[in-house]
């Protein structure tokens, strides 16, 4: 019999509940303490806030596992390093809950023998929340009794793709501005909805590939358990499975292959031979059609050839 995680997805749904209330509290105060990290990117009061919470609640209630958060480092539980690990990330898209934008989530992903095996995803400014546990499907919903299954999409070809993405100077920074501007010329539709947003709405079915070029385990571990129960495909830019890369690549799977071909990243076997200042040779595909309408098929229902 498989293992359950049930418990630790209703904990995770205290903590998101805890942290949800604390980061509304402050969502939107004139008077946000607001700092800026080395790295140039914010941190807040109440991303310092959050996961504090989340750290208390769990040296209570998991005293053996490690918790990993993106502002206090990783601390050891009783059992030591090893074993499970839970990784927090208190508000991802911290930029947008400084400015009011209401796009930012709390993430709780549990790490177990170096899988994901759990993860909720709460974002109270939208009213939304998602999650999934290893073997159980992925979910959204008000809460674990009030929730609704969900799957990616069976889009199979890039001229009908939807892509996301956050933001393109990353891209240039990994060598691969052009390339992956020549795919997203090559989707049918292109939206920055941006940080965890773009793999929910992966793994609703809404969108079909996702994708970033620099990111922190943090940022992506309760994302990819949750991307891999809805039938998606969560991968590194070198195509390494799960969220232990510095960068994401996911899709509904069967368009995979084809983002990586453009989006690929292996940085030791040095400079892509193909230049991508224009189109891909491929004698199959032609741009595509001037006109916004095209003929999908969008639904969410697992495929005769699923696994």
């Avoid at 509290?25 to 009061?45: C, H, N, Q, S, W």
């Avoid at 040296?59 to 918790?67: E, F, G, L, N, Y």
């Avoid at 031979?273 to 001037?290: F, G, H, K, L, Y």
Wanted: glycine fraction near 10%; proline fraction near 6%.
């Amino acid at each position: 019999m498989a293992h359950s995680y049930n418990d630790d997805l209703r904990l995770a749904h205290v903590l998101a509940d805890n942290a949800d209330n604390l980061s509304m509290d402050r969502f939107g105060a004139i008077d946000l303490e607001v700092d800026t990290k080395p790295d140039m990117t914010y941190v807040t009061e109440s991303d310092q806030a959050v996961e504090a919470a989340v750290r208390r609640t769990l040296k209570s209630a998991r005293t053996r596992d490690v918790v990993l958060g993106e502002e206090q480092g990783e601390d050891e539980g009783s059992n030591g390093p090893g074993g499970r690990r839970w990784i927090i990330d208190p508000i991802d898209g911290t930029s947008n809950f400084v400015r009011g934008v209401p796009v930012w989530a709390t993430l709780i992903a549990l790490e177990e023998d170096g899988e994901i095996v759990a993860g909720c995803v709460s974002a109270p400014a939208l009213g939304r929340r998602w999650w999934a546990s290893k073997g159980t499907g992925a979910y959204t919903g008000k809460s674990l009794m009030s929730s609704r299954e969900i799957r990616v999409s069976q889009v199979s070809d890039l001229e009908s793709s939807s892509l996301s993405y956050a933001s393109l100077g990353g891209w240039d920074a990994i060598g691969k501005g052009d390339a992956f501007a020549a795919l997203m010329r090559r989707c049918w539709r292109t939206r920055a909805y941006g940080d965890f947003w773009s793999y929910m709405l992966l793994a609703e079915g809404a969108v079909d590939i996702a994708a970033e070029p620099e990111l922190k385990v943090w940022d992506m571990a309760a994302l990819d358990i949750i991307v891999r129960e809805a039938g998606g495909t969560f991968t590194s830019l070198a195509g390494a499975p799960g969220p232990w890369g510095d960068n994401a690549l996911a899709t509904n799977t069967r368009l995979h292959d084809a983002a990586m071909a453009y989006v690929g990243h292996f940085p030791d076997q040095g400079p892509p031979d193909q230049s991508w200042t224009d189109e891909p040779e491929d004698d199959d595909w032609a741009p595509p059609e001037p006109d916004n309408v095209r003929a999908f098929e969008f639904t969410r229902e697992p495929a005769d050839d699923a696994p």
